[in-house]
Nanobody, 116 residues
Framework: QVQLVESGGGLVQPGGSLKLSCAAS????????MAWYRQAPGKQRELVSTITLGFVTTYTDSVKGRFTVSRDNAKMTVYLRMNSLKPEDTAVYYCNAHSILFPSYWGQGTQVTVSS
């Protein structure tokens, strides 16, 4: 059974930091590109960051310089380090595993709230 389990969300003040984790099981993790998406209330889900199976990273413009994505294939885990958080970063953050060869999978999401 495939599972992607996010953790690390919570309430943080503006300017604070959080590190999200997404632990995968049931897939050949090293053969997947991984991504973080987020969805704020009343808005569409948006792509935040990706890290390919070759460790190439991309970021949406609004998080460049503040967020860092990484992966540990031995632990089958992808991370999103978020610094200098802003209220507009408030959203449910989702982990996604995708591949041109295999089905795509989503995690259940973790809530990030940035508020004073």
């Amino acid at each position: 059974q495939v599972q992607l389990v996010e953790s690390g969300g919570g309430l943080v003040q503006p300017g604070g930091s959080l590190k999200l984790s997404c632990a995968a099981s049931g897939i050949q993790f090293s053969r997947y590109d991984m991504a973080w998406y987020r969805q704020a209330p009343g808005k569409q889900r948006e792509l935040v960051s990706t890290i390919t199976l070759g460790f190439v990273t991309t970021y949406t413009d609004s998080v460049k310089g503040r967020f860092t994505v990484s992966r540990d294939n031995a632990k089958m885990t992808v991370y999103l380090r978020m610094n200098s958080l802003k209220p507009e970063d408030t959203a449910v953050y989702y982990c996604n595993a995708h591949s041109i060869l295999f089905p795509s999978y989503w995690g259940q999401g973790t809530q990030v709230t940035v508020s004073s």
